[in-house]
């Protein structure tokens, strides 16, 4: 009785140095001034997208935003450029309460959203006129001019890395009527780095991102490689542990497929590791970024787009 005495004390003790000392952390630049940042993409392949960029303002962590605050953190009336290095190109502005209602539909689609959900004066620069030829294995610099700000980053179409094949799998554990595994092959182009990332259509042509979305190459160079496609949740679906990235018989699915380059990769590792790195004990990670006086991304893809119906075999 004595020595349980003791410990029980013990872990008072320990309980007491644990909580009644800890300080709060609160990183060093949370509050830090307004940032611009940007996303934007140049896409080469099937059913690509016009290039387009998204310029705003960061905002402080701990500040609250209202829909009408989130209205005027698009910067409008920059001057953004896309080099290809013959020829610069300027986008066009855009925003979402300038545009017909019978555009709108193509406004959202060429954000990748449902139109529904677009519920602020997005403004988005795009190349609405075809003026940049976007080819691959070339480099594209992008300049953005804000008043005497200046914003620059570069990034690069890579060559394509096809899927071999997509096939179906049962369901882990016990079979299942309606849902099955897709898996998919990839021969993996030797003594190159190869940087991939892939987002899933159900139904649709709306593309949603998987959890995680990106793979690169350094255990899988010049190999054959099979792997796991992961269904995406979608808007409002709740996660259940037991049907999760399982796709259900009788679904039109669409795979987008596509290279890109290292900087790119990173950005997408880093900002998917740090989502999925959440909880009271989790670590704070630093998402990356290729975009020089300011944050964000500017982004190449080499795309194709796969489709099949969901069927066992």
Not at 142 to 167: C, E, G
Request: aromatic share 14%.
């Amino acid at each position: 009785m004595q020595i349980k005495s003791k410990l029980y004390y013990l872990l008072i003790f320990c309980g007491w140095i644990t909580f009644g000392c800890q300080t709060e952390f609160i990183p060093a630049n949370i509050n830090t001034n307004a940032e611009y940042v940007v996303e934007g993409y140049i896409e080469y392949g099937d059913n690509a997208l016009p290039p387009y960029v998204i310029l705003t303002k960061s905002r402080p962590f701990f500040k609250s935003l209202s829909i009408e605050e989130l209205n005027t953190l698009f910067i409008k009336n920059a001057i953004i450029t896309i080099n290809d290095g013959n020829t610069s190109s300027t986008l066009n502005q855009v925003c979402f309460g300038d545009v017909p209602i019978g555009s709108r539909q193509q406004f959202a689609d060429l954000l990748g959203v449902p139109l529904d959900s677009l519920k602020t004066n997005i403004c988005v620069y795009a190349d609405l006129f075809g003026k940049i030829k976007v080819l691959p294995n070339k480099n594209y610099d992008l300049t953005i001019r804000v008043d005497n700000d200046v914003i620059t980053a570069s990034t690069m179409i890579p060559p394509y890395v096809p899927l071999d094949s997509i096939w179906v799998r049962e369901a882990p554990g016990k079979p299942s009527d309606t849902l099955v595994q897709l898996y998919s092959s990839i021969h993996d182009p030797a003594g190159v780095k190869n940087f991939y990332r892939y987002q899933c259509g159900i139904n649709s042509d709306n593309f949603i991102t998987p959890f995680n979305s990106v793979y690169d190459d350094p255990l899988i160079d010049g190999i054959q490689f099979d792997f796991r496609l992961i269904r995406p949740k979608q808007k409002g679906e709740d996660f259940d542990q037991k049907t999760f990235g399982l796709f259900t018989i009788g679904d039109s699915v669409a795979i987008k497929w596509s290279t890109i380059d290292e900087a790119h990769f990173n950005f997408w590792n880093t900002y998917e590791f740090n989502k999925g790195n959440q909880g009271p004990f989790s670590s704070y990670t630093t998402i990356n970024t290729n975009i020089h006086g300011g944050l964000g991304v500017w982004g190449g893809y080499n795309s194709r787009v796969y489709r099949l119906k969901v069927k066992r075999k």
